[in-house]
């Protein structure tokens, strides 16, 4: 079995396997409704030109560089030229409004900004002119300027034109970059206000290079692996699994057209590995559902077999006499599943948010290899992984990566040491001080861990819902249960000091078209919101869910949102998890108001 060298920085790590590679493909991306390759060789000379250039307009090692752009190769080709220049990446969401660029620039002091497109810099321009560090605008794609104040604007391809690139040289020169400088500042998506940022040196985002090669070494095998990379590359978690770990392995990497275009990009591409987040798979499992009960009796009797089957096999145990219908779904159910995920899939890592179990088993049942992962910016990110040679548990996260300790405190708290910890967050030492305490990480997590080493979380410190009775209620289980049920798209729960639990739900669009239409009335969320026997019908759903809940968990009370939550409305992380704080803002007295009800 190969072995993961051991790299002084991303840069060499990077310009060892363009050696290795050469003219093979590296990136993609589809361009006239044709996927379109750059070979390594090509990028290595792209990623040196760009360096040299970088330096040449006057930037020096450690200065902070900001890239605003969305996920295609001169991201990765960016980010790589930065740090190969000695300076720092800070990523940013493309869904940054004026007020986050400006915070984000103004707290790292960026001294340039890269971005890619004329409609992105339209939020971004303001923000980089009223900065007092940004000196450098560096646009990828051709921007109209008006006027340049005191910003030096310069073109992405007139810079690596001006350059003969050394590749030798820059490399050579990347190598005095240690495992514990600063590679990049990355700013947490702000689930709780304001977004801090995380200091992410080489060495943490190698460590989990690292740990990942090695799951995938020994559990799959390493090969000429695949992947399609679709979630922000702003976010640490596709940062480093999507772009540092196919470089780790050599791999390739196919930059997806959107999610609507996701499904049909999976098929052409066939990837070997993805990088994925619960709610896509929650989406995907609502879909396949309806899909399957389209087909007749007979589908759906298999999804229900393979179902049964699939959870009895996690549980370590397969009875004879299932093994009949567990051959006939071999050749008849799963091989249909596996061509929707081209073919060749070896894993699917969810990570970034809590996977619901039954979205594991679901999977898995259909012969879907999921992998559960568990992470935190703040670990570069990935502090574990469901493995099968672990044994897939899906309300687990699976065991630690390899030289990653990992601690539970007498409150149960989640702690974390290693290499992969951050060093602190930048410019903030009240809050690096509150959660790194002796080398440890405080994740903020609730959990324990189980006989075979893995890790179980039970939710997070802070989203306790501690009810006026003093009982814990943890809303990520409860919430994620709601979110199963084909009327409901998304839900949040609240309650803290409060007698019992409510919710807040976002009724499936699909089904409340079909039911507007059933009841006679328009397909209006806000006009539906009020409407007595609309919220009969959600409250149903609900109800099934308390079925299975304990009597402090059941969801005694809703309300109907106005819209569905979403990154642009700032109810959604880039990365899709809710956002309590912003929901609470909107929605905060309506739900008070049931308490009086």
């Excluded at 943490?204 to 590359?233: K, R, T």
């Excluded at 679901?362 to 999921?370: E, M, N, P, V």
């Excluded at 305490?437 to 039970?458: E, Q």
């Amino acid at each position: 079995m190969r072995t993961f060298e051991r790299f002084p920085n991303l840069v060499d790590m990077f310009f060892t396997r363009a050696r290795e590679k050469g003219d093979a493909p590296f990136l993609w991306r589809k361009r006239e409704g044709s996927w379109q390759s750059t070979s390594w060789a090509e990028a290595a000379r792209t990623v040196a030109a760009l360096a040299q250039a970088l330096r040449r307009i006057g930037l020096n090692k450690g200065d902070r560089v900001m890239l605003v752009s969305e996920n295609r190769p001169e991201w990765c080709l960016a980010d790589l030229a930065v740090m190969a220049a000695g300076c720092v990446t800070v990523p940013t969401y493309i869904t940054n409004t004026e007020r986050d660029h400006q915070h984000i620039l103004d707290n790292s002091g960026a001294s340039a900004v890269i971005v890619s497109t004329d409609k992105l810099a339209r939020t971004l321009m303001p923000a980089v002119l009223r900065s007092n560090s940004a000196r450098l605008l560096i646009s990828i794609e051709p921007m109209r300027i008006a006027q340049a104040g005191n910003v030096a604007f310069h073109d992405w391809a007139a810079l690596i034109a001006a350059e003969t690139p050394d590749v030798d040289a820059i490399a050579a020169a990347a190598a005095d970059v240690g495992r514990d400088d600063l590679a990049c500042i990355i700013y947490t998506s702000g689930t709780g206000g304001s977004p801090r940022g995380v200091r992410q040196h080489h060495g943490a985002i190698l460590h989990n290079v690292a740990g990942c090669v090695q799951v995938i070494a020994e559990d799959f095998g390493w090969d000429d692996e695949v992947f399609l990379s679709f979630l922000p590359l702003s976010h640490a978690y596709e940062h480093s699994g999507g772009q540092f770990f196919p470089i780790g392995l050599g791999g390739q990497i196919y930059y997806a057209e959107g999610l609507e275009k996701l499904a049909s990009n999976i098929e052409e591409v066939r990837p070997t590995i993805m990088v994925v987040v619960p709610r896509l798979f929650e989406v995907l499992r609502q879909r396949m559902v309806k899909a399957i009960a389209k087909q007749g009796k007979v589908a759906p009797a298999l999804l229900k077999r393979a179902l049964g089957i699939g959870s009895k096999e996690l549980a370590g145990r397969l009875p004879i006499w299932d093994r009949p219908m567990d051959f006939l779904l071999d050749r008849t159910l799963r091989p249909k599943i596996a061509q929707r995920f081209g073919g060749r899939m070896k894993a699917m890592v969810s990570g970034g948010a809590p996977l619901n179990p039954e979205i594991g088993v679901f999977f898995h049942s259909l012969g879907i290899t999921l992998l559960q992962g568990y992470g935190q910016t703040e670990a570069a990110p990935v502090i574990s992984c469901n493995r099968p040679s672990t044994g897939l548990k899906m309300d687990t996260v699976g065991p630690p990566l390899p030289d990653t300790e990992v601690a539970i405190a007498e409150d149960g708290e989640i702690l974390v040491r290693g290499e992969l910890v951050m060093k602190g967050y930048w410019q903030n030492e009240a809050e690096t001080a509150r959660v790194l305490k002796d080398g440890w990480l405080h994740t903020g997590d609730i959990g324990h861990i189980d006989d075979k080493g893995r890790i179980v979380i039970t939710d997070r410190k802070k989203d306790l819902i501690i009810n006026d009775k003093g009982d814990n209620v943890a809303p990520q289980k409860v919430e994620g249960m709601l979110t199963l049920q084909p009327e409901i798209l998304q839900a949040m729960v609240a309650g803290d000091r409060r007698p019992h639990v409510v919710g807040l739900i976002v009724p499936d669009p699909e089904w409340t078209a079909e039911w507007a239409i059933a009841n006679d009335y328009r397909c209006d969320f806000r006009a539906l919101s009020d409407n007595p026997q609309f919220r009969s019908a959600v409250m149903a759903a609900v109800d099934r869910v308390n079925k299975e809940l304990s009597v402090i968990e059941k969801v005694r009370q809703i309300i109907i949102a106005d819209e569905p939550f979403s990154i642009e409305n700032q109810q959604l992380t880039p990365s899709l998890k809710i956002r309590r704080h912003v929901l609470r803002e909107v929605y905060g007295a309506r739900l008070d108001a049931l308490y009086k009800s």
